[in-house]
């Protein structure tokens, strides 16, 4: 049986396996992987409420998307997206990180071009 803690919460491995972890909250007894439980401790110390580990093993599943990264240059800058989701778009843009839609991260970066010209008409 191993040991380990988390956020103060003694964690044991269930039998001879160690993908299973046990970690007693209260009096509820929880079980599942170590992300999941380690989930399931932070969610607990930060809103005192007790969710099982299987409610965020379903999640992950569901959130892997199977898609290949995709990316594109716009005037200079490269747009990307890891996640094949319509608002997985990203760009590093004057420094900073954008993200969201791949139209709005367009028409930011058209608005900057614009205000930038305008600004070079107005200097001269």
């Not at 969610?43 to 099982?52: E, H, M, P, R, S």
């Not at 420094?95 to 614009?114: D, N, Q, S, T, V």
């Amino acid at each position: 049986m191993a040991l380990a803690t988390y956020r103060g919460f003694p964690l044991k491995t269930v039998g001879n396996s160690t993908d299973v972890w046990q970690v007693q909250i209260k009096n509820k007894l929880l079980s599942g992987n170590m992300t999941a439980l380690k989930k399931s401790i932070d969610w607990f110390c930060d809103t005192a409420t007790i969710i099982d580990p299987k409610e965020f093993q379903s999640l992950a599943g569901k959130r892997n998307v199977a898609a290949k990264p995709t990316h594109e240059n716009f005037n200079g800058y490269v747009l990307k997206n890891d996640t094949g989701e319509t608002n997985g778009w990203y760009c590093l843009f004057n420094g900073r990180l954008i993200k969201g839609g791949k139209m709005a991260i367009r028409k930011h970066i058209e608005a900057f071009l614009i205000a930038k010209q305008k600004a070079e008409q107005n200097s001269k």
